[in-house]
Each structure stands twice: as C-alpha cells, then as structure tokens.
C-alpha cells in the first residue's frame, strides 16, 4: 500500500448534518495543514428526488445501512424544477451531505444551491454556454453563510465525447476507437478536464474534487493516475454503468482496489443496477478490507469449502452473515470454517471461530474451546458466543485480537501427513479427524 496522495481538502456539510472532509494532506486556503480525510464512501438514490417520502426514506435508508456502516455522502439527481423544488423538503428531514447531481440544465444546479444543497455534481461538459458554468461556480462560491460548498467536476466517459455537433462526434469517436483507445479516451479527459479547470480557476474557485469514469476497469486506473499526477484535487473514484452487483462489484473492486493501493482515490461510489444499499455495504467493505477505514461490525471470514465439507457451510455462512450485520457492532473477527485440516491456520486470528465436520460444530472463542454442537445448534449457539463475546469487549473484560486461535490439528494429520488418503483408503477412521484439541 502506497501513502496516500496529498491533495487539497474539501468540506461538505454544515453544522447540522456533520461535516465530511475529502482529500487532504496540502495546505488549505488559509496555509493550514490538513491530513488526507478517511477515504468516504458515496452512492446515489435510485428514486424519485420528487417523490418527497420516498426520497427521505432512501436518503435515511442509505445512512443507516447496517451496523457495518452506513454511506458518509448521499447524491440525488434533480433533472426537473420539482426535484430542486422538493430539495427544499428533503434537507431539513436528513442527516447526511447531500449532493445533487445536474446534468444539461444550469437552472437545476441555482435552485439547489438556494435549497441548501451541500454539493454540487456538474460535468461542465453538458452546460454549452460558459457563462452559464460562470453562474453556477459563483452561487456555489457564495452558498453556506458565505463559506461556499464544493463541486464535483466530471470527465466521465460518457459526457465528455462531443454529442450536439455531429461532425466533432464522428472525428473524436473515430479517435476513441483508433487501434490507441486509451491514449485518444486520456488525451480527451486531460484536455477536457484542463478546459473545465480554467473556468472554475479563473473564477478563484478550488474547492473542487474530479471524476473520471469509465465502464472499463483499465481505462479508469490509467486516467485517475493521470489525472493525479497533473492536477491536486480529490479525487471521486468510481467506475461507471458498472452493470449487475453480481459482476459490478469486481470490475468496481478490481479498478477501486488498484488505486487506492497506490494512494489515488479520497471518496468512492460503486455502482450497481441494484438496490443502492449494496454500493454502500461494497464500498465500506472495499475499504476495511484494505485497512482504509476502521471496520465497524463484525469481520466475517469463512473458508470456500472443498471436497473435506461435512456441513453445510454455505448456508451457514450466509445466515452468520446476516445474523452478524444485524448484531455485532464491535470489528470482531469471526471465523466459519468447514473442517479442522486447514481451518485453525486460515481462521488465526479470529476472535470467535467455528469448525465444521461431521455434521457438528466446534467452537472458540479467543483460542479456547467453548462448544461441540449438533449442525442444526451452530448458528444460535456461534451467535450466542458472538453476543457473549461483544459484551465481555464493551464492559473491558477482553480485547479484540487478544488471543489467537492456536489449535493443532487432530491426529491422523500430525502423524500421517496428508491424513485423507488414509481416511479415503481406510486405513484411519474417518471421525478420529474430528477429535479436536491441543495434543
Ligand atoms: S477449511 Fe477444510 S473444508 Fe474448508 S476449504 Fe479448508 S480444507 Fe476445505
């Protein structure tokens, strides 16, 4: 893992609703340090912004999430004068950053502004007329008491490829799709984004973060990385029209996971054809997983099982998943296991683990062998160590990642090796690789 980059650092929010810094680690306007803020986590409301109920509903939804987090930023799309209108409504009723996003009409981005919007989502590339993008940037500059709120500026795929003038469409579409896609698609988001940024500077305006998404995995990477080494704003990670969460999650997880790693990356989006809900539990996971947040809840790992199952671990593990999402809020680490063989090395660590085998269930917690349940009993009784387990943290009885698991495995594995070509030739009885203990 890369350091992070250091950029300069936006503000969005207020007193009310909290404020969420992005970026960081450059001095800000005034020559104050700052330090690169958590890298958030944002999404967008798949409803109505009109449909004023609903709205408040998603908008809270989507801030609750589960006790693994909720989302840090909430976009809403105002393509109408009702949706600006409605904005009026929404934010007092909210507790969360809300940005709202403007496609084509400049008018839509004034109304939210006045409504209180704390960011604005512009691709300057969708506003034809310059003075109209002017206008914007100066009711942002002046919004919030005087202290303005930022704008996100997009280079998204999508918006920057000239769609009005059809002879300019043809000639950059045949560049696009020139044997050199990437540096035509790079050497276009560059130019484009340069040209936005002369507009918004011109206008004394810096409190800006850029996007530039693509549904193509490798072209995001190449273009934030050039994006990050020209300009020093932060950055929006996302990959757009990701697809279905079955298949969005690793094109997103695969192109967020490599920048981030390099340093580049100070809020994200993924984007799923799917309830929003599951860009958010993706994107706080993306982010615990590679130690770029301070997991909240439980962290649930389990093996894929192999030809060794002798439970149904995939159920099991599902129902622990969602028994935990709705439980534990202490960041243990919980460990589903299939069998004893390779279980106490793949589950070291775990605060509480459960190995399967032979239709039972064995298990510990911080090391020591707490129960031997029947299959059906494995799920309540791992729960109840979980519950028994986050109360002994709260009250400071015990310590998170205290105590590893430190099981040997049984018998026929120590002293004969592989083990199960002798279980297979007969040679050991099958349930002596159940006994479990320090020997
Ligand atoms: S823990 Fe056991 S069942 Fe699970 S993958 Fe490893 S060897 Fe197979």
Redesign the pocket.
Known sequence: MHARRPTRQIVIGDSRVGLIRIGGGLPDKHGNPTTPAPVSVQTMTAGYTHDIDACIREINKLAAGTVGGGADIVRVAVPEKKDTEALKEILPQVNIPIVADVHFHFQRALEAVEAGVHKIRLNPGNIQDRKQVIDVIQACKSANGGKGIPIRIGVNEGSIIERRDKQKRMKELGQVFSDHKHGYMLAIMIAKLEEYLDIFYEQDFHDIAISAKSMDASLVIDAYTAIGERFNHPLHLGVTHAGPKETGCIRSAAALGAMLASGIGDTIRISYANDPIYEVEDGLELLYSMGLRERKGADLIA???????QVD?FTLVQDVRKQLAEKITVPMKVAV???I???PG?AEGADVAVFAGDRRGIIYVQGEKVANVSEPEILDRLLAECLNFQGRVLRGEAKLGEKKVDIIPPDPIGELGSGYEKIAAGQVEKRASLTIGKS
Do not use: D, H
Not at 303 to 309: E, F, K, L, M, N
């Open positions: 093996c894929p099982t192999c030809g060794r199952i671990l296991m299939g069998c063989v390779n279980g793949e």
